[in-house]
């Protein structure tokens, strides 16, 4: 099985072309060999680029831990490069299907190769019951979360993918190791959740770090800076547009008055080989 290992600001999976590649029935099993990172090709995940009758192509992302997700911004990205680069459509203007729905995508390319994104990624899901969250509210702000013996201010929103956002002064290891898993399973999310912790900069600026639902911290999650930028909006903390400062580099969102989410940030490739397995 040939791949593409490609990354958006950090956040690393490793690519399958299914336009020409047959994979094996297991995929969720495939995901966890291929994402480690002392036995296989090492990743957050792996990400499948698939024939799309709705669009130029499909987006399939299976977690670290082999559960699949609905959406992710920075594979979305690196999708949208590798059919730009690849000739699967060579458009400026792609349409991507996901498991939220069919997302438009601007590629800015530099010497005939794609290295930066703009991502309509569509308007944030509010309403707790559709997040899917058993806290109140739509959507829950500033709600109450019991983890780890603290009560903590949570904001929750949905991007196609289920976030937990919590304002915190300092962002540390204590929060993103040891309350992100808890609030990845907490009872008040059934599906899991991804835990992202923000400090706040200025009216446009913040730092994030994530503990991401089925790979833990990631270097970067691009829904997850989308959830966060809204759910700044709502708490009144930020402007409607802000860069997110992120451990694997930067990303601009812009929560627009349309009520869609535009994501901007880059998307690399890194090397192709051959899974033997
Ligand atoms: N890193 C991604 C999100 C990947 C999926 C997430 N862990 C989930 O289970 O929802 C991103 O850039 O959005």
């Given at each position: 099985m040939k791949f593409t290992k490609m990354h958006g600001a950090g956040n690393d999976y490793?690519?399958?072309?299914?336009?020409?590649?047959?994979?094996?029935?297991?995929?969720?099993?495939?995901?966890?060999?291929?994402?480690?990172?002392h036995t296989g090709i090492g990743g957050d995940g792996l990400i499948l680029i698939c024939p799309s009758e709705q669009g130029d192509a499909r987006m399939r992302m299976f977690n670290a831990d082999g559960s699949e997700s609905e959406m992710c911004g920075n594979g979305i990205r690196c999708v949208a490069k590798y059919v730009f680069d690849h000739d699967i459509a060579r458009k400026e203007e792609l349409k991507i299907e996901t498991g939220a729905g069919v997302l438009t995508l601007q590629v800015f390319a530099e010497d005939g190769l794609a290295d930066r994104?703009?991502?309509?990624?569509?308007?944030?899901?509010?309403?707790?019951?559709?997040?899917?969250?058993?806290?109140?509210?739509?959507?829950?702000?500033?709600?109450?979360?019991?983890?780890?013996?603290?009560?903590?201010?949570?904001?929750?929103?949905?991007?196609?993918?289920?976030?937990?956002?919590?304002?915190?002064?300092?962002?540390?290891?204590?929060?993103?190791?040891?309350?992100?898993?808890?609030?990845?399973?907490?009872?008040a999310f059934p599906n899991r959740v991804n835990a992202e912790f923000i400090q706040i900069v200025s009216r446009s600026e913040m730092i994030m770090r994530v503990w991401e639902r089925g790979s833990g911290e990631t270097q970067a999650c691009g829904t997850g800076a989308c959830a966060s930028a809204v759910a700044a909006v709502l708490n009144g903390l930020t402007d409607r547009t802000v860069l997110c400062h992120l451990p694997g580099g930067d990303l601009t969102l812009e929560w627009a008055e349309s009520g869609e989410v535009y994501m901007t940030g880059p998307a690399t490739e890194v090397f192709h080989g051959e899974w033997a397995s």
């Amino acid at each position: 099985m040939k791949f593409t290992k490609m990354h958006g600001a950090g956040n690393d999976y490793v690519y399958v072309n299914c336009f020409e590649e047959q994979l094996p029935q297991d995929i969720p099993a495939l995901a966890r060999e291929v994402s480690d990172r002392h036995t296989g090709i090492g990743g957050d995940g792996l990400i499948l680029i698939c024939p799309s009758e709705q669009g130029d192509a499909r987006m399939r992302m299976f977690n670290a831990d082999g559960s699949e997700s609905e959406m992710c911004g920075n594979g979305i990205r690196c999708v949208a490069k590798y059919v730009f680069d690849h000739d699967i459509a060579r458009k400026e203007e792609l349409k991507i299907e996901t498991g939220a729905g069919v997302l438009t995508l601007q590629v800015f390319a530099e010497d005939g190769l794609a290295d930066r994104v703009r991502v309509n990624m569509g308007k944030p899901i509010l309403n707790g019951p559709d997040i899917p969250t058993t806290l109140e509210g739509a959507p829950p702000l500033k709600a109450p979360l019991e983890v780890g013996g603290k009560t903590l201010e949570v904001t929750c929103i949905s991007m196609g993918n289920p976030h937990c956002i919590t304002f915190v002064d300092e962002v540390t290891d204590e929060w993103v190791h040891g309350i992100g898993p808890q609030i990845e399973v907490h009872p008040a999310f059934p599906n899991r959740v991804n835990a992202e912790f923000i400090q706040i900069v200025s009216r446009s600026e913040m730092i994030m770090r994530v503990w991401e639902r089925g790979s833990g911290e990631t270097q970067a999650c691009g829904t997850g800076a989308c959830a966060s930028a809204v759910a700044a909006v709502l708490n009144g903390l930020t402007d409607r547009t802000v860069l997110c400062h992120l451990p694997g580099g930067d990303l601009t969102l812009e929560w627009a008055e349309s009520g869609e989410v535009y994501m901007t940030g880059p998307a690399t490739e890194v090397f192709h080989g051959e899974w033997a397995s």
